[in-house]
Each structure stands twice: as C-alpha cells, then as structure tokens.
C-alpha cells in the first residue's frame, strides 16, 4: 500500500494537517473541521495509500510557506499540489487560484469563471471539500450579499485571513481606476466600477469608454452597486 506522510502542525490560526504524495502536497487542511473525516477518506481512497506520520521535504516546505503567508511575507505558495477530486472540483480548485492575493469574489462568480453559471451550488461544494487550503484559496469566496459565508477553518480564521491578505495588498481607488480599459479580467467579480453620470456599473474588464476619474466610484459587490442605485452594464453584463 502506498503511504501519504502526514504532519500535524501548530499555527496561529489552529492545527493544521499537512499531506504529502509522490513529492506534492495533497493536504493542508484543518485538524479538526467539521468534514475531517470525509476529506481524509477521499484523499486515501484518490491515492490509494493510508497516512503515515511522517516528515519530509515537500511538508518541510511547506510549513515554511505558511508560516511566510502568516506573517504577511508570501502572496502565493509554489509548492507542486496534488488535487484529488472530480474534474469538476479540479476546475473549481484551479479557478480558486487564480483569485489575486487581497481580493475576493462570490460563488457566483466563481461559477461564471468556470463557464458555468447555474451551477453555484455545486460551486459551493466544491469550494468546502477543499483540501489544501492556503494554498488553494477558498477562503477568498464570500456570499454575493457581501457576508463571510462558510469555512473549514471557522468564520473567526476567514475574517482573519482576509483582513492579513487586505491589509497587505488592498488596492486604492486610483490603482482600481488605472486598470480600468486594460481589458484585462484579472480582476473581473473582486469589484465593481460605477459611474455616477449614467448610473451604471460594470466588470474592470468593460470595453466600453473608459469614464472620468471624477464620475467613478468602486463597489465589492453587485449588491452594493444595486443598492445605491445603480444598474448591470449591458455591454459587459456583470
């Protein structure tokens, strides 16, 4: 049978369980979340292999990593991952991590990524049986009503994960309206641009005439723009 080391380790935002398989990392979960279980048994099964507590290079590294991320000095882990899951958790998981460090988006958008958008719910599921968080960054998703939503780790940990990454990476109104006509989706569903002399709002990504730094406001979410007033965009329908 073949063997997935494991370590436990202590962090500031709890215990955590490290996995390794064929030098990738296949988990950095939650010791004690609530799907522990399930997760576990999903990852045995994938690999075909049982834990065995034991160290080596990748989990070394790992535990570097994190400990980087924590203290506000690593934007992305470049550790190789292991996913284990249906191809359709893969390509959640993969859409995950194309969140930039310091933003958030909603399962909505998450679905929209993935070119399937009535699928929010599976969305959401398969944001929760994530297995390697940190790294893949499920803690990014909130609800489109601009609340916390779930996580594995409990909503305490989210809040505190998401004010480190703001804090150090939050972009100002200014830099938000320089990447305006960039055409770029980068940042497509993590804000909104509004422009108070149409009263329309739309995606970064709008090809549409780039508006007057005066006339521009910002929102987190589609709920915001709504409710100030606000209308969809309908050449780039956000």
């Known amino acids: 049978m073949n063997q997935i080391n494991i370590q436990y380790y202590k962090t500031k935002i709890g215990e955590l369980i490290l996995g390794s398989f064929d030098d990738r990392l296949c988990l950095l979960d939650f010791r004690y979340r609530k799907m522990r279980t ?56 993969n859409a995950l991590i194309k969140i930039p460090y310091g933003a958030t988006s909603t399962y909505l958008q998450l679905a929209k990524n993935i070119n399937n958008a009535k699928a929010v719910r599976a969305v959401a599921g398969a944001n929760g049986a994530n297995a390697i968080a940190l790294a893949i960054p499920c803690h990014r998703i909130i609800n489109s009503n601009g609340e916390l939503g779930g996580y594995g780790g409990g909503l305490s940990v989210k809040k505190r994960l998401l004010k480190l990454e703001q804090r150090n ?25 509004a ?44």
């Open 38 to 93: 399930a997760v576990d048994n999903r990852v045995k099964i994938g690999l075909g292999a049982n834990f065995l507590e034991q160290n080596d290079a990748t989990l070394t590294k790992a535990k570097e990593q994190i400990d980087e991320y924590l203290t506000g000095n690593r934007k992305e882990f470049d550790i190789p991952l292991l996913m284990i899951g249906t191809d359709f958790q893969k390509s959640v998981w």
């Open 169 to 193: 990476c939050a972009l100002s109104d200014d830099e938000k309206y320089e990447f305006i006509g960039s055409k770029d989706t980068k940042y497509d569903g993590y804000f909104f641009t």
């Open 195 to 238: 422009v108070k002399t149409t009263m329309i709002y739309c995606l970064p990504s709008c090809s549409a005439k780039k508006p007057k730094r005066e006339n521009v406001i910002f929102y987190n979410t589609t709920n915001e723009a709504i409710e100030n007033g606000y209308r969809a965009c309908k050449v780039c329908k956000p």
